[in-house]
């Protein structure tokens, strides 16, 4: 079976590498660069700390792949195991953390709800008076996307993956298809029996192939689109930036949310700090082709007081040193479209920021889509497209 993912971020290798190992021949088409896109420009958080069981599934099943990354692909990621700390400075927030927890613990997530005295201990300058509980989760870190890029590109050339950057696909269009069939079968795996598969058009020329992958990102919507199906996706611009604490901030501090506020923060490398958060009421859509990649000054500035407000370390010596902006590719429930669309169209989109960190485990999830297996573990089907039009969508509260 001939799969073409179209899409070469972290997420569409994590497809081409579970995808290949399973036996399939694989071709990636980048417009770009591997990982040029929102994967270059992730903060590189991995949790378990999730509202919805699903996603905390996805994590659970992909922590196991981003401990053993470096034996297993060659690449030291540098996956920091200092947990996440959620705050929450209203009793909804901590209502909701305590049923999250009780979930998440459920599901096999190492999280506990803490006072704010208690999650002193992980962070000495929290403001406790500001908040009223916290959750805390030791299985929570982060890592480095870029490096992730690296190894997994690596392993599926080796498997044999046919890697093609800078190659857009163009059209996509079924091959010897008058229209979808109600005896149709379920899986891509028998696509190509079915109705002959899928021609994607690119500058270098058509490819064939029994089975689609939009794992596309902030162009997923586009992407599917050419080939006729509609995606409730919103690329969304938002922005990080690295300042110089005035206070020191430990190295294994963990990432800290301040969920009522969005306002979050980490540490970085060589005493600096990464600070971020949505804080604006207007959020439009924004052109993955044409946005800006650039920090604005006057967010980071409100987001620095933002982490200033929730622990004493960012006072106002705090030296903003850089930034940047990327996109999320955001859906109505804040979840991502782990679904087969249409006979042999698969998409692996709009994770909402949380592509990074559930790729290993969308990769099997896809090719079990693929191929008709059921090997990856997590119950996907209520990642649906269908969901949207059903009203059977999902919330996703601890968004940052």
């Known amino acids: 079976m001939h799969v073409l993912i179209v899409g070469g971020g972290v997420v569409g290798l994590a497809c081409a590498h579970a995808l290949a190992d399973r036996g399939a021949e694989v071709t990636v088409c980048e417009a770009g660069t591997l990982g040029g896109g929102s994967t270059g420009r992730a903060a590189g958080g991995i ?54 927890v009780a979930m998440q613990t459920d599901a096999g997530a190492p999280s506990r709800v803490l006072s704010p005295a208690e999650a002193t201990e992980y962070l000495p300058e929290l403001r406790t008076e500001s908040f009223v509980a916290a959750t805390f989760s030791a299985a929570d870190g982060v890592a480095d996307p870029h490096s992730a890029v690296q190894g997994y590109s690596d392993a599926v050339r080796v498997a044999g993956v046919d890697v093609r950057t800078k190659t857009p696909v163009t059209d996509l269009a079924r091959v010897g298809d008058d229209g979808f069939d109600d005896g149709a079968t379920e899986t891509a795996a028998a696509t190509a029996a079915d109705f002959g598969g899928w ?36 690329p969304r611009r938002r922005q990080i930036a690295v300042v ?94 782990l679904d087969e669309v249409a006979p ?25 889509l693929c191929l008709g297996e059921d090997a990856c573990g997590v119950d ?10 059903s009203g059977e969508m999902l919330r996703e509260r601890n968004v940052a």
């Open 199 to 234: 021609r994607a058009e690119t500058p270098d020329g058509p490819i064939d192939a029994d089975a689609v992958v939009v794992a596309a990102g902030a162009w997923s919507g586009r992407v599917a689109a050419l080939a006729g199906v509609d995606l409730p996706l919103a």
């Open 380 to 389: 996907v089907s209520a990642l649906s497209l269908d969901r949207f039009e």
């Open 47 to 100: 949790r378990t700390q999730f509202s919805t069981r699903v996603n905390v599934e996805l994590s659970l099943a992909s922590v196991p792949v981003w401990e053993s990354f470096a034996d297993d692909f060659g690449v030291d990621i540098d996956y920091r195991r200092s947990g996440y700390l959620f705050l929450a400075r209203s009793e909804e927030t901590a209502a909701a953390f305590r049923e999250n």
């Open 344 to 368: 042999g169209l698969v998409v692996a989109a709009g994770f909402s920021g949380h592509g990074f960190q559930h790729a290993p485990a969308t990769g099997e999830a896809v090719a079990d």
């Open 244 to 337: 110089e604490p005035e206070g020191d901030l430990p190295a294994d501090a963990p990432l800290t949310i301040d969920l009522d506020t969005g306002a979050y923060f980490r540490p970085e490398r060589e005493g600096t700090a990464i600070v971020g958060g949505h804080f604006s009421e207007s959020d439009p859509d924004a052109d993955p082709d044409r946005f800006d990649e650039s920090m604005d000054l006057e967010w980071a500035v409100e987001a620095t007081e933002r982490a200033d407000d929730a622990a004493a370390y960012f006072g106002p010596e705090t030296r903003i040193r850089n930034g940047w902006a990327g996109l999320y590719a955001v859906t109505p429930d804040h979840h991502a479209i």
